[in-house]
């Protein structure tokens, strides 16, 4: 694990409560440089301690080291070529849910994929098709719109959108996506402000997808329409695809102001790191 020995590391362990600052900001120091490895051995020590304060340096070490394994991870995500969409969103999930393995979320994926997959026809015209998806995944496993917790941190976490099958115009759409790019199907997300889309873009069809809305079909002269409602300058960027980047980045603006509403800005400031990370 270390190159410590485990008792060097409980004495470690044991001056996290050490009266004097110095000591303390040195051990935290030593002991966030043994990395990630370290953390079930802390977790036992947490369970094991009697004294709230090491608790809770523990639980802010353990924490600390999580944070900085995410980032790790984001920024060697960033440096991948195709930038996968699953192991985006699943880097995302893990600030909440630490644990969750990348399989477990790629397994449900692809039981989601395998129902509309069975019922799916690749000689039908693409309306047709999109209409095919739409059924499997809004009337048979019955995802749908979070609309009474719209703000929850919940719904950029793609895990709790699979157990709850609610979520926000993001995760349907990034849900939506996976799915339709498995089947081979030249669909892709699209950032338009306060809304997510999806648009099919072949050379014989371009339509939208609204998969906040059970995946109603419209068409540019209706993102026109919006954007004019909204008394918002068209640009092509909202009618065109964007990056899986540009995905990832809009569901940690998402999670950001999710905790700014709940009012908890440490993790107002974590998301804005990850945020900066991935724009750098």
Known sequence: ???????????????????????????R?????????IIPFLEKKWENSFNPEIQKEIEELVHDLQLSQLKQR????????????????????????PDIEFEKLNADMHQIYFEVWTAFKNDLPPYDQVRIINNVLFNTLRFSANTKNFHSPANSMLSSVLDSKRGNPLTLCSIYLLVARKLGLPIYGVNLPNLFVLTYKSEDYNFYINAFNKGL?????????????????????????????AIILRMLRNL?????????????????????????
């Open 1 to 27: 694990m270390s190159d410590l020995t485990s008792s060097e590391l409980n004495a470690l362990v044991s001056l996290l409560d050490d009266s004097d600052f110095e000591v303390r900001t040195h051990v």
């Open 29 to 37: 120091d030593r002991i966030l440089s043994l990395g990630t490895e």
């Open 74 to 97: 984001l920024e060697d995500w960033k440096n991948t070529e195709d930038r996968d969409l699953l192991a985006g969103l699943w880097i995302i999930n893990t600030y909440q849910y």
């Open 217 to 245: 079909i419209f068409g540019r002269k209706d993102v026109s329409n919006y954007l004019e409602h909204l008394k918002i300058e068209p640009r092509d960027e909202y009618f065109e695809p964007c990056s899986h980047l």
């Open 256 to 280: 950001g102001q999710a905790f700014e509403k709940l009012g908890e800005q440490d993790k107002v400031e974590e998301v804005r790191d990850l945020i900066a990370l991935l724009e750098s």
